[in-house]
Each structure stands twice: as structure tokens, then as C-alpha cells.
């Protein structure tokens, strides 16, 4: 099978869509298979085929011109099926890694307290978000089309509510990680001088990762610090930002709290094992990830979790590994569960489950589980053959 895969930009610091594209075409190669990936920037892993789409003018004129022109490249290229992430109109498998449109931008709204007067007015002069509504209908709203998967559980129950002609051809395949890249042991001696470097011998540590920190709940973390359960531990508590920068408001309201200096911004890593070695636990109150990634590698590197239910990462814990509140936005129920894992040796516990879950997970059984739905589809296609 020659596996093609429609997706706009390869860059090596984005997140999730990338990440499992790059070992998916790695493990397609490896497997016997051949490979090719359109995109408009960047370059594809070794052994596997770039092809370049030339795409100009502004959104969504680009984004239209890219789904096309790119599904024709990657036919023309002799590709048996083509898996599109985003930016499609047309493919034979979607797997759509950022879930649906409108949810995503609702939750994204709520995470810093509805859109602002600029941002509704800038809304209605765009037009990008209307072509992904279309496209997502294009490829979601009919009896015929792609072969859907679905990246956990909790969004496949999304995309049945809001297409439900999609069904029969929806599939769910929970993400999957690198237990071998993300392991805790070969990063300790980085880890404990990451700590040093950044004077956090003493303290608790919890991380929060994320490119956008407001929608993965940054404001309740920050709040979370200043929560009596928190606030009174008797090691204090400090909160690692990695990614990307925290939005002036939060940091505004971390000095009105009191917290700003429990509150430290390391800014993006190019390689996180070293933060996740460094930490005592992941801090990711989100309100809206299809499956975090984020989550999947610090429990791979020993790390136990909290989440909330808006996180398809959370079907992989049933009991073991972490902490899911019981909704974004609450900063008390967060600073609950900090205090809960501050406990010594309740946390070693957690820690050797998180490893053990991650373990259930790996990213090699998801990559060709993916790989056989690609296959079916191919079949189909063909006509079985």
C-alpha cells in the first residue's frame, strides 16, 4: 500500500497532528509500505515522499486550493488512499485531530470567559472558519464518504451527536505513545539539573504544557495556587508553564493573588523528557483536548496526571495514574487533587501506575490499527481487491 497524507505544514514544533503523522508515514515505510505526504511546509521523515503544494492567495482561499490540489497531487503520485487530517474536502480516511469545528472554537470561548468585542467583530469579516465548517460537512455529514476515526471515545460520541449519518463509518482508535522515546530513568540526571537551574530543589513541581495555555486551563491552575488546599501544603507548590506564553491577564492575575512568584514560564522544549523528569506531576485541567498527547507522554514518563472529562486522555486512566476532576474552570476541585498528590508516597504509587498505563497504550499497536483501517479503505476503493 502507498499511504498518502493531506496535511498543510510539517514544522517540528507543533503539536499532536504532526507528531502522529510523521511516525505514521515512519512506521507505514518500515512495514514495506511507500509513503508521501502534501503539505505546504516543511519536510516529510526519510524515505517518504514531500510533495510541495503551491497554494496562494488569503483564507480560506488557500486552504480550499490546498484540499484540492493536494488530494490530486497525492492521487496522481499513485497513492492507494489518502488520509486527510484537516484541510479537506475529499479523502478516503479523515482523522480529524483537533475534533470538531464548532466545539473546539465553543470551548476555546469559554476557556477565557466568551469571545471578546473584537474578537466577534473579526469574526464576522472571516471567512477561514467557514471553510472548515465546510469541509468538516463535506467529509462528516453524509451516509457516503471517508472512513472517519475517531482519536478517543468521548469524541466519537461528539461526531455521532452532530453527523449522525457518519456512524457506520466511524471507527475509534485512542492515541497511543512512544513508551520507549518517553521514559523516565535516562533523563533523571537532566531532570534533577533542570531543577537545580531553575532553584526548584525544595518544592513541589507541576507542569502545564500547552501552545495555547488558556484553553488548557491555565487560568484554574493559576487559581488552583492560591486555593487554601494548596496555598497551606506544607512543601510549597510551583507551576511550570511550558509552550507558549502565558496571556498578560493571567500573569496580571497571578500577582493579584499573591502566586506570581509560584508561577514560572520555561517557555517551548525543543525536548520535554527533561521537564517531565524534572517535575512531580502534570497539571492539565483542560477544557477541550480530543486525547492530549501532553498527557499520554508524561504518564509514559512516570508522571501522574490531572485532567478533566473534556480530555479523551482520561479513558486510558480508569483508576490508575492520575486524577480527573470533574469539570474545566474549577479551581478548587483542582487544588483538591494537588494536595491529594502531594503525598509522598501516595504519588510513587501513582507514578508506577501512570508508567503501567502508558504501557497499555503504545503508540505502535494505534500506528497499525490506523494502518488497517488506511488498508480498508483502500479495498474499498478498489473494489476489494
Same mark, same amino acid.
Given at each position: ?32 509500505? =511507500? #509513503? =508521501? ?8 521523515? #526519510? ?46 480516511? *479523515? ?52 472512513? +472517519?476515526?475517531? +482519536? ?8 455521532? #451527536? ?31 539539573? %533542570? ?14 504544557? #500547552? ?76 477544557? *477541550? ?56 508516597? %501516595? ?8 508508567? *503501567? ?29
Amino acid at each position: 500500500m502507498k499511504l498518502g497524507v493531506l496535511l498543510d505544514r510539517l514544522d517540528g514544533t507543533a503539536g499532536g497532528a504532526e507528531v502522529h503523522t510523521r511516525a505514521l508515514v515512519t512506521r507505514c515505510v518500515e512495514g514495506g509500505g =511507500a #509513503a =508521501a505526504i502534501a503539505t505546504l511546509s516543511g519536510d516529510a521523515p #526519510a524515505g517518504v515522499e514531500t510533495l510541495r503544494i503551491e497554494a496562494r492567495g488569503g483564507r480560506p482561499e488557500r486552504d480550499e486550493a490546498f484540499a484540492i490540489e493536494g488530494e490530486r497531487a497525492l492521487r496522481a503520485a499513485g497513492c492507494d488512499v489518502v488520509l486527510a487530517v484537516r484541510h479537506a474536502l475529499a479523502c478516503d480516511v *479523515y482523522l480529524p485531530h483537533g475534533g470538531l469545528v464548532d466545539l473546539a472554537r465553543d470551548m476555546k470561548d469559554r476557556a477565557v470567559g466568551g469571545p471578546s468585542r473584537w474578537t466577534r467583530v473579526a469574526r464576522a469579516f472571516s471567512r477561514k472558519h467557514a471553510f472548515f465548517q465546510r469541509a468538516e460537512a463535506a467529509l462528516l455529514a453524509g451516509r457516503d464518504g471517508p472512513l +472517519v476515526i475517531a +482519536v478517543s471515545a468521548w469524541i466519537a460520541g461528539k461526531l455521532r #451527536a452532530a453527523y449522525p449519518a457518519c456512524a457506520p463509518r466511524l471507527r475509534t482508535v485512542l492515541n497511543g505513545v512512544d513508551c520507549e522515546h518517553f521514559e523516565r530513568a535516562p533523563h533523571l540526571a537532566a531532570g534533577t539539573r %533542570l531543577r537545580a537551574e531553575l532553584g526548584l530543589e525544595a518544592p513541589l513541581v507541576g507542569l502545564l504544557v #500547552a501552545h495555547h495555555p488558556q484553553l488548557k486551563g491555565a487560568e484554574t491552575a493559576v487559581r488552583a495556587l492560591a486555593e487554601p488546599a494548596v496555598r497551606d501544603l506544607s512543601r510549597p507548590f510551583v507551576l511550570l508553564v511550558a509552550g507558549g506564553p502565558l496571556p498578560r491577564r493571567l500573569r496580571a492575575l497571578a500577582r493579584s493573588l499573591g502566586v506570581a512568584d509560584r508561577v514560572r514560564e520555561v517557555g517551548l522544549q525543543a525536548d520535554p523528557r527533561p521537564l517531565y523528569a524534572a517535575v512531580d506531576l502534570l497539571v492539565h485541567p483542560t477544557w *477541550y483536548d480530543p486525547c492530549s498527547l501532553v498527557c499520554l507522554e508524561a504518564l509514559a514518563m512516570g508522571l501522574p496526571i490531572i485532567t478533566t472529562p473534556n480530555n479523551g486522555a482520561r479513558e486510558v486512566l480508569g483508576q490508575r495514574g492520575g486524577i480527573v476532576v470533574e469539570e474545566p474552570g474549577n479551581p478548587s476541585a483542582l487544588a483538591t487533587a494537588i494536595r491529594v498528590l502531594a503525598d509522598d508516597e %501516595l504519588r510513587s504509587f501513582t507514578s508506577d501506575d501512570a508508567r *503501567y498505563v502508558a504501557l497499555k497504550n503504545r503508540e505502535s499497536t494505534r500506528l497499525d490499527r490506523v494502518l488497517e483501517i488506511c488498508r480498508e479503505a483502500a479495498g474499498s476503493a478498489s473494489g476489494g481487491g
